[in-house]
Structures are given as C-alpha cells and as structure tokens.
C-alpha cells in the first residue's frame, strides 16, 4: 500500500470508528503543527500553515483534503434529490441549442452556437453574409476530450482571416497554451507557446504574433513578446519588460486598427505605450505613469480618446490630435465634463461619435455623445438594471450594440441608432418556463451605521408577502472597484419560485456609486464593505423582507473574504454562508510576494509590511479572527489549482474554524481537485455544483421542497 493511501486509509478510518462510537460520521480534524510567520511587525502562530503545498503533492494533505469532501459527501447524501431536483430545474431554464448574435468584423460574420447537450460550444465564422455557409474555428466539444477542465479563454484572426491564434488550459491555473491554426486547412502549426497570458494581438504582417509571458513563479505577467510564425520560440523577441511587480498588463490594438497598445495597470496607476500596428516595436508612452493618474486610450478619426480621472475622480473623457500626443497630458483637452454624479466606466470610439458607458445612482447605463458634444442617453423602464456596451468590431456605423437586463428582465441584446435614437431588439436570451411577469424587482436604499445610503437591488416572486417572514439570500462582492450588476440566473430561478428573496448589496469598495465608493472600501477602510453587508441585512429584517434567522449570504474570491468577516463580525445575523474560493488569510498572503497576484493588491489592501497595514489587515482577516464561538452553517468552496485564491487559504480557515468553534452548526469543505478559481469547466457542470450548496441552503433556511 503506498503512502498516499495508508494516509486516506488512516483517515477513513479514523471517521469511520467515530461514526460507530457517536452514531453519526465526525468532521476532519487536520492536524496542528507549530510555526511561526515573521513580518516586520510581529510573529504569529499559523498551526495549519502544513497545509500549503505548491506541488500540490504532498500525501497528508491531500489526504486531509479528500477527507473532507468525504465527509461533505455523507453530510450532504439525504440532500441528493433536491440536489438533483435543483440542477435539473436550472437545466430547464436554459436553452440548450442556443447561439450568440452574429457579429461583422473585417468581412466575416461570427457566431458562438451551442448544440444540445453539450458543455461547450463550437465557434464558427461566415464569410460576406450571416446567411453565408458556416467555417469552423473551433470545435471546444471535441477540444476538450480527454480533459478533466477546459478553457479556451481568447482568440484572435489575423489581419488577412486566414490564421487564428488561441489560448488554451486544460488545467484551471490559467497558465495558458498558445496555439496558432490554420482556418483554409484547419491544421495546427507546430508553433507552440507555453506559461502565457490570455491575450494575443497580431501585427498587420499576419506572421507576427504579439503576446504577454507570464513569470512562472508568480503568474504575473511581465513580458510582452513577439512571436514570428515558424521561427522557434526561444527565438521570440522581447518588445517590453514590466519590471514593477505591482503593475499587470496587456495589449490590444486600437478600435481603427491602426496602433498596437502596452497598457500597464495598478489599482491607482496606468501607463499606455503605443506603436503602429504595420510595424509593433517602438512603443511610444501617451502619458508617463504617475501616482494617482488612471487613463486609457483608444484611436479613432485622427485623434486619441482618453478615459481618465485627470481633474475627474469620477472619470472623464478627453481628447488629443495625433501631432500633439507627445505632448502628454497637457495637451488632453476635455470631451465631457467632470462629474460627481456620473462615473464613467468605458466607451467605445465610432466613426463621428463616441458610445459611453456609465455608471449614475447605481445603475449602469449607455450614452451617445456626437462630434457636436450633443448627448443622448439610452433609456430604461425598471428601477434597478444594467446596460452595458456589447461587441462593437465595425467603427464606420451608425449602430451601437449594448445589452440591458434587470433581476426580472432577461438579458436583451440591443442596437441604437446614434443619430436617430431608433432603438431595435437583436435577441432577447431566451429562458424556458422562465415568465418575468410573476416576479418583481426593487431598488431600496439600505442606511449603513455611518449613515451612508447603500444601494441594494431585489427581486421575488409578486405573491411574496412583505410580512417578515420570508427567507432571504444576500450577495455581494465589494473589492477592486468591480460593480456587482443584475441579471436573470436560471439557477436562481429554483430559489425565487420557493419564496425566496434575493438581494444584491451593492457595498462600499465595489464602484456603483463612483470611485468615491471604492475608496471608502478598501485599504484603511475595508472594514466599511463588512458593515455595510450586515447593515443591508438588519435593514431588509427589518423592513420585513426577511424572517430574522431565515437569511442566507454568499460572496466568492474577495467576495468570500466578505464571509468570512461577517461571520467573525455578526455570526447571529446569518443562518446559513456560502464562501466559494475565499480569500481569508489576508496578512500571510500579503506578506509572501511570491505567491501568485500578491504584489499586484498592496493598493487594494496594504503592504503588512508597513504595520498601519499590518495592524489593521490583522483586525479583520477572517483567519486570525477565528474565535471561540458560535458561527452559522457554512459551506466552503475552493480548487486545488486555483492561481488567484490558493486552495489552502481555505483549507487553513475551515480547520481553523472547525477547532475553535462552539456550535453544532454543519461546517462543510468542498474541494474540487482538478478545478481552478472558476471551479469545473463546462456549461452545466457549474449548475451542477451549485445546486450542492443550494441544496444546503435551502435546508438551512428551512425551504425543502
């Protein structure tokens, strides 16, 4: 027998007695190890730190790892049939041969198309005319054979349409492959490159491919590299290096095709370097990297559109001539005016006009703005919802495609004409058995303990009654200035048609309400993305949306570091959490610069090792709070691979909890072993899982049925 399995045997075993001797199986204890981790601010005692493996090779933690999704197993077995149940009604909801709405770039019409039943989708192109006969780029049903995770996360056609370049995972540490095929033989080339990023831009050569490598420790990405078909890679040369680890990138090429862009980002920098596209070597900066200075630049009429908060927090559009980019930022000349109210998220530059994407009492909305500085705003029927600008390729028409949807409404693909306001429905995403008339969403405004007012957008079935009884499932995320906008989920669906209320709190740190909204959530004021989730909560119990003991909350990624402060910081508000792939060792992360992501997130959290940081990460982080007490049902999700959370965060926080806490309360630790950040590839296999946790949480909130 090997190591590996006298472990899991050990484990098994140890499970096993303990069932027989106490009736029922008893939850993994992992075991406690001393160490110590030294910062400049002071030491701290991590027990579980043994659970970190890079190799993900190591035969006692795995099997500590498979203990606990054998134990999630026999806690979950009697909720099977309404696992499956639930998965089946989500399946019910979606179409399964449907296909996206055919979009026009460079003479060839594209189109993603799903076929019954499969968890992928084949991409297909027509040459002239979306009526034309179909050519095949990519068979991901047959790609992804063989696989226990797919991703084919971008692509792109060169300039001439006869070469495709894309990347490719087959893992989920979105440590991609790329590859270049030829669309007239649908044969590979032998050109392979590994360890990149998801972003490939070719120059007008149609033999040169531009990508970004990734450091193989840290999966930054920190080179960008030019690839020549054919030639070997380590060949390749290097256009720039980033040697700022607290900067990432990317490129791209400008909406007229003519220049190819180095955008360098940080939480509160950026820096765009620019070179025409016939010829993708010298790079020219728009404008030097300075703290506190955020742009992007697009290329459109002659001149360069500027996103940016120069004199704008909440952003602003500006402008310069070819002839004066040099110049820098003395010589960007105002589009729109600042604004206080309106915060601009993106725009997308068109042949005499400019499409602007906005954000203004928490929706998400599009606006025209023509040469003449006339504006003319989208309009929207429901009080909470989103619009957004969708796939653009062609500048040279009078079409702006965007997409609307609400909590109620599902999401409608759009075309507006800029210059008469004529407004035409593409597709409206069909959902089967779905009726939008027999629910109902609401925009109410949550009073935080500071008294600020915190958006918060609903929906529920119309015969729902407000009587303070109803269980309630609270979301949010609330990091990195990322907006948490509504939609129709056909695996929310289930819940809403048994009673439940569903609420999105759109809490400080995310950007709803601005930048202003984002900086009053992160760094020294994190703590207020906490408040403000459990101040939506008491609000929605008290205004008798909800039964108090009846409430479900659910956040993922930075989002589950959400959980994990609410439930150090209100345990008795909730009666059931979700955290999926959470981030909860906060200080140990921050402190290891060599773990994937680390360096990029000193502006969105601190460095601990300036201790005004270290002290007040340490007073929230879910890990080291983790006290003697009582603590809601919880179900905690993560994957093995993932690059961005890594697994044993949450490995470490449930042992954690499972030593210290005073309860009862089933605490559960499901590990997806061949998933990344985004859990399992495929279509329906997410369903899948969250009807698991639903299934859970529908028990927890005493809704079985």
């Given at each position: 027998?090997?190591?590996?399995?006298?472990?899991?045997?050990?484990?098994?075993?140890?499970?096993?007695?303990?069932?027989?001797?106490?009736?029922?199986?008893?939850?993994?204890?992992?075991?406690?190890?001393?160490?110590?981790?030294?910062?400049?601010?002071?030491?701290?005692?991590?027990?579980?730190?043994?659970?970190?493996?890079?190799?993900?090779?190591?035969?006692?933690?795995?099997?500590?790892?498979?203990?606990?999704?054998?134990?999630?197993?026999?806690?979950?077995?009697?909720?099977?049939?309404?696992?499956?149940?639930?998965?089946?009604?989500?399946?019910?909801?979606?179409?399964?041969?449907?296909?996206?709405?055919?979009?026009?770039?460079?003479?060839?019409?594209?189109?993603?198309?799903?076929?019954?039943?499969?968890?992928?989708?084949?991409?297909?192109?027509?040459?002239?005319?979306?009526?034309?006969?179909?050519?095949?780029?990519?068979?991901?049903?047959?790609?992804?054979?063989?696989?226990?995770?797919?991703?084919?996360?971008?692509?792109?056609?060169?300039?001439?349409?006869?070469?495709?370049?894309?990347?490719?995972?087959?893992?989920?540490?979105?440590?991609?492959?790329?590859?270049?095929?030829?669309?007239?033989?649908?044969?590979?080339?032998?050109?392979?490159?590994?360890?990149?990023?998801?972003?490939?831009?070719?120059?007008?050569?149609?033999?040169?491919?531009?990508?970004?490598?990734?450091?193989?420790?840290?999966?930054?990405?920190?080179?960008?590299?030019?690839?020549?078909?054919?030639?070997?890679?380590?060949?390749?040369?290097?256009?720039?290096?980033?040697?700022?680890?607290?900067?990432?990138?990317?490129?791209?090429?400008?909406?007229?095709?003519?220049?190819?862009?180095?955008?360098?980002?940080?939480?509160?920098?950026?820096?765009?370097?620019?070179?025409?596209?016939?010829?993708?070597?010298?790079?020219?900066?728009?404008?030097?990297?300075?703290?506190?200075?955020?742009?992007?630049?697009?290329?459109?009429?002659?001149?360069?559109?500027?996103?940016?908060?120069?004199?704008?927090k909440n952003y602003t559009l500006m402008t310069v001539a070819d002839g004066d980019a040099a110049r820098g930022t003395g010589a960007w000349k105002d589009l729109t005016p600042a604004s206080d109210t309106v915060f601009i998220e993106g725009f997308k530059p068109f042949t005499g006009f400019i499409a602007i994407d906005q954000r203004e009492g928490g929706n998400r909305m599009i606006r025209v703005l023509d040469a003449t500085g006339k504006s003319l705003p989208v309009k929207a029927d429901e009080p909470?919802?989103?619009?957004?600008?969708?796939?653009?390729?062609?500048?040279?028409?009078?079409?702006?495609?965007?997409?609307?949807?609400?909590?109620?409404?599902?999401?409608?693909?759009?075309?507006?004409?800029?210059?008469?306001?004529?407004?035409?429905?593409?597709?409206?995403?069909?959902?089967?058995?779905?009726?939008?008339?027999?629910?109902?969403?609401?925009?109410?405004?949550?009073?935080?303990?500071?008294?600020?007012?915190?958006?918060?957008?609903?929906?529920?079935r119309k015969d729902v009654k407000r009587d303070g009884t109803a269980p309630l499932f609270q979301y949010a995320y609330g990091s990195y200035g990322i907006s948490t906008d509504p939609a129709v989920d056909p695996g929310r669906i289930g819940l809403l048609d048994r009673g439940v209320v569903y609420a999105i709190a759109h809490i400080r740190g995310g950007q709803e309400m601005g930048r202003q909204w984002y900086d009053d959530g992160h760094l020294l004021n994190k703590k207020n993305s906490f408040t403000?989730?459990?101040?939506?909560?008491?609000?929605?119990?008290?205004?008798?949306?909800?039964?108090?003991?009846?409430?479900?909350?659910?956040?993922?990624?930075?989002?589950?570091?959400?959980?994990?402060?609410?439930?150090?910081?209100?345990?008795?508000?909730?009666?059931?959490?979700?955290?999926?792939?959470?981030?909860?060792?906060?200080?140990?992360?921050?402190?290891?610069?060599?773990?994937?992501?680390?360096?990029?997130?000193?502006?969105?959290?601190?460095?601990?090792?300036?201790?005004?940081?270290?002290?007040?990460?340490?007073?929230?982080?879910?890990?080291?709070?983790?006290?003697?007490?009582?603590?809601?049902?919880?179900?905690?999700?993560?994957?093995?691979?993932?690059?961005?959370?890594?697994?044993?965060?949450?490995?470490?926080?449930?042992?954690?909890?499972?030593?210290?806490?005073?309860?009862?309360?089933?605490?559960?630790?499901?590990?997806?072993?061949?998933?990344?950040?985004?859990?399992?590839?495929?279509?329906?296999?997410?369903?899948?899982?969250?009807?698991?946790?639903?299934?859970?949480?529908?028990?927890?909130?005493?809704?079985?049925?």
């Amino acid at each position: 027998m090997t190591m590996r399995k006298m472990l899991l045997a050990g484990v098994a075993l140890a499970v096993s007695t303990s069932a027989v001797a106490q009736g029922a199986p008893s939850a993994p204890r992992a075991a406690k190890k001393p160490h110590e981790v030294s910062s400049p601010n002071g030491i701290r005692s991590d027990e579980y730190y043994w659970l970190r493996d890079d190799t993900r090779k190591n035969p006692e933690m795995l099997a500590y790892l498979q203990a606990e999704n054998a134990y999630a197993d026999t806690q979950l077995a009697t909720l099977k049939p309404l696992q499956d149940t639930l998965y089946q009604e989500t399946v019910s909801h979606i179409k399964q041969d449907d296909s996206s709405v055919p979009y026009l770039k460079n003479g060839y019409w594209y189109q993603t198309r799903f076929e019954t039943g499969a968890d992928y989708p084949v991409i297909e192109r027509r040459k002239g005319d979306r009526n034309a006969p179909a050519e095949l780029m990519f068979d991901q049903p047959a790609m992804a054979k063989g696989h226990n995770f797919f991703a084919l996360s971008a692509w792109a056609v060169s300039p001439d349409n006869r070469m495709v370049a894309y990347a490719e995972d087959v893992v989920g540490r979105r440590q991609y492959t790329l590859k270049i095929k030829d669309l007239a033989t649908g044969q590979l080339m032998a050109d392979t490159i590994t360890n990149a990023e998801p972003n490939i831009v070719w120059a007008d050569d149609n033999r040169t491919i531009l990508y970004v490598a990734k450091d193989p420790t840290t999966l930054r990405g920190y080179k960008v590299m030019a690839h020549v078909l054919g030639t070997p890679v380590a060949q390749d040369k290097m256009l720039y290096e980033e040697k700022d680890d607290t900067f990432q990138m990317g490129i791209t090429r400008t909406s007229d095709d003519r220049f190819v862009c180095i955008i360098v980002q940080s939480t509160v920098s950026d820096e765009q370097r620019c070179a025409p596209a016939t010829s993708p070597a010298a790079f020219q900066t728009l404008a030097p990297r300075q703290r506190e200075l955020r742009y992007e630049a697009d290329h459109m009429d002659g001149r360069w559109i500027v996103r940016t908060n120069l004199r704008a927090k909440n952003y602003t559009l500006m402008t310069v001539a070819d002839g004066d980019a040099a110049r820098g930022t003395g010589a960007w000349k105002d589009l729109t005016p600042a604004s206080d109210t309106v915060f601009i998220e993106g725009f997308k530059p068109f042949t005499g006009f400019i499409a602007i994407d906005q954000r203004e009492g928490g929706n998400r909305m599009i606006r025209v703005l023509d040469a003449t500085g006339k504006s003319l705003p989208v309009k929207a029927d429901e009080p909470a919802y989103r619009m957004a600008l969708d796939v653009n390729e062609e500048p040279d028409t009078a079409w702006v495609r965007y997409t609307y949807g609400s909590l109620v409404t599902p999401t409608t693909t759009y075309e507006v004409n800029a210059k008469t306001g004529e407004r035409r429905v593409l597709k409206v995403a069909p959902v089967p058995g779905y009726d939008p008339a027999n629910y109902i969403t609401e925009r109410v405004w949550a009073t935080a303990r500071d008294g600020t007012k915190i958006p918060v957008s609903l929906v529920h079935r119309k015969d729902v009654k407000r009587d303070g009884t109803a269980p309630l499932f609270q979301y949010a995320y609330g990091s990195y200035g990322i907006s948490t906008d509504p939609a129709v989920d056909p695996g929310r669906i289930g819940l809403l048609d048994r009673g439940v209320v569903y609420a999105i709190a759109h809490i400080r740190g995310g950007q709803e309400m601005g930048r202003q909204w984002y900086d009053d959530g992160h760094l020294l004021n994190k703590k207020n993305s906490f408040t403000d989730f459990i101040d939506v909560t008491r609000y929605l119990v008290a205004q008798k949306y909800a039964a108090k003991g009846r409430v479900a909350a659910m956040g993922g990624s930075a989002g589950g570091l959400l959980m994990g402060g609410v439930a150090n910081m209100a345990p008795e508000d909730y009666k059931v959490i979700v955290a999926q792939v959470p981030f909860v060792d906060v200080v140990t992360t921050m402190l290891d610069a060599s773990i994937p992501l680390t360096t990029f997130e000193y502006d969105e959290w601190g460095n601990p090792a300036q201790k005004q940081y270290y002290d007040y990460m340490l007073s929230y982080s879910p890990y080291d709070q983790v006290a003697a007490k009582a603590y809601p049902a919880m179900y905690v999700g993560t994957g093995l691979w993932d690059s961005q959370v890594q697994y044993y965060e949450p490995a470490k926080w449930v042992a954690r909890l499972r030593d210290k806490k005073t309860d009862n309360n089933p605490l559960l630790f499901r590990v997806n072993m061949e998933a990344g950040h985004g859990g399992k590839s495929g279509r329906f296999e997410r369903y899948r899982q969250n009807a698991e946790w639903g299934a859970f949480v529908l028990q927890q909130l005493n809704v079985v049925k």
